[in-house]
């Protein structure tokens, strides 16, 4: 049996690849990755500048991981729903083998794809593996999707009977002499216009497990007690791994859980499931990329402020936690879950800006930018969301930096014009004299945090009054 392997950008590993061990076991094997212009079209690959260049390195890490087995990785322009019935037929391939995508525009371009491939009469076989569980299995006492975490999380945890992963082939059959038909190298950031970042994580299969090695012999130990510091390296940084698939999230789950550290160890699988959790209520509701979960949320009186809008992505807001994870995210492609959760706050309460926004700024730039995590996250901390934390929660960006950069290391990192600022002021520096102040070439709060605090709980009591009514 002749098939070709679909690697699509969230697979990109061999080890626990369910499809190309299928492929394996079956006969011959064509690796194939499309570059759809969905994304590698110049105009889009600028829009998320981080994710690409993480792709690029993982694509060159597969293909050099491919050619080592003794097969290659080939490499097409085109549009998947074109490309792949066109391939298929051409190469006389019996099926397509891939993994599934949770986002509604995957399942949709899946769709199309399985119909052209079945008027070839090629099957087109779709693989588990972006979650612990398949999305859409996980339901509560009356067959429906939970819209909670925790009863949620307690249902995956009867069901998860994982497994090992699947160990990567140690030998690849060499790509069929017949195969013929355009292929083109793997673009250069030059080529999509795109400048590198030496501040990003590397990408690649390679990486991932070191990154995974690094984690559970060191900081998983403490990552209950370290998790929420952002002065410290107390996560596991496999985020951008787990996004792209250079590591399964099965093997995550059985390395954590393997390691004998109690509390620590069980906070960081819930952190999975939380990451279980989104995915799973994206394939429920596929709306929530453009509607906020809570209906009563709808027209919400989102403000307009430009100036408020530049000041918080440039990291000019005048508050330090919410500057450093501005700058952290445009520098590193990452930003400290518990600085993600401040400044979002900061944003849908403080400012009254659209939680959309943030979420579109935060998907641009991240290198771990998921669609079902970061919209999950972001309305969240707006408060429309599933199992949101309650809207009229608002976090104290002062308080929160005493609480988790309690000595100023964060936001002197990222805000290195107040690296002279007194420990006792780093997180409120306009209590400092102006004397000693003014060298500092950093602003005065945009907001005060009562007032403004004030100000939404009044908007948001209104609009849901409204609602009720």
């Known amino acids: ?22 492929a394996v076991a079956a006969g011959e094997v064509i690796p194939l990755f499309v570059l759809d212009p969905w994304f590698f079209a110049a105009e889009r690959a ?98 429906a999707m939970f819209r909670v975490f925790t009863p949620f999380s307690r249902a995956c945890g009867v069901r998860l009977d994982l497994g090992a992963p699947l160990l990567a082939p140690r030998r690849l059959p060499p790509v069929p002499t017949d195969i013929e038909g355009a292929t083109s190298g793997i673009p250069t950031l030059l080529d999509l216009g795109l400048s590198p970042n030496p501040g990003l994580q590397p990408g690649g299969e390679r990486a991932a497990r070191s990154r995974l090695k690094a984690f559970i012999t060191g900081p998983i130990e403490t990552y209950g007690s370290d998790r929420d510091r952002m002065d410290r390296p107390g996560t596991s940084r496999l985020s951008a791994d787990l996004k792209f698939g250079t590591l399964s999230v ?23 499931l939380w990451r279980e959790f989104s995915h799973h209520l994206l394939w429920e509701w596929p709306e929530l990329l453009n509607s906020p979960f809570r209906p009563e949320f709808e027209g919400f009186p989102w403000r307009e402020d430009q100036g408020a809008w530049e000041a918080w992505t440039q990291g000019r807001t005048g508050y330090p936690v919410v500057d450093a994870a501005a700058r952290q995210l445009l520098a590193e492609g990452f930003v400290h ?133």
């Open 1 to 22: 049996m002749r098939s070709i392997v679909w690697f699509r950008g969230k697979d990109l590993r061999l080890a626990d690849h369910g499809p190309l061990v299928e």
């Open 46 to 143: 600028q829009q998320l500048p981080h994710r690409m260049q993480f792709l690029l390195e993982s694509l060159r890490a597969l293909e050099a991981n491919l050619a080592h087995l003794g097969s290659r990785l080939l490499v097409v322009p085109g549009r998947s729903v074109e490309v792949l019935p066109r391939l298929a037929a051409r190469w006389k391939v019996d099926q397509v083998l891939a993994h599934r995508w949770v986002e509604p525009f995957g399942r949709e371009r899946d769709r199309r794809v399985a119909q052209g491939l079945a008027r070839e009469g090629i099957a087109f076989r779709l693989f588990e593996g972006e979650t612990l569980l398949p999305p859409g299995t996980v339901r509560n006492g009356q067959g």
């Open 250 to 272: 099965r093997t995550v789950w059985q390395a954590a859980a393997a390691v004998d550290a109690g509390e620590s160890v069980r906070r960081y699988l819930n952190e999975l």
């Open 337 to 469: 879950n518990r600085a993600r959760m401040v400044a979002a706050s900061f944003l849908t309460k403080h400012l009254l800006l659209d939680y959309r926004r943030g979420e579109a700024h935060y998907l641009r730039w991240l290198t771990d930018g998921d669609w079902a995590q970061n919209n999950s996250g972001w309305q969240w901390s707006a408060g429309c969301g599933c199992d949101a934390q309650p809207w009229f929660r608002i976090f104290n960006p002062v308080a929160q930096g005493l609480k988790f950069d309690p000595q100023g290391d964060y936001v002197r990192r990222w805000v290195p014009e107040l690296a002279f600022c007194p420990t006792a002021l780093i997180h409120e520096p306009w209590k400092a004299p102006k004397a000693l102040s003014a060298a500092w070439d950093y602003p005065e709060p945009i907001v005060d945090h009562a007032v403004a605090r004030e100000r939404f709980l009044a908007t948001a009591k209104g609009h849901l009054r409204r609602g009720q009514a």
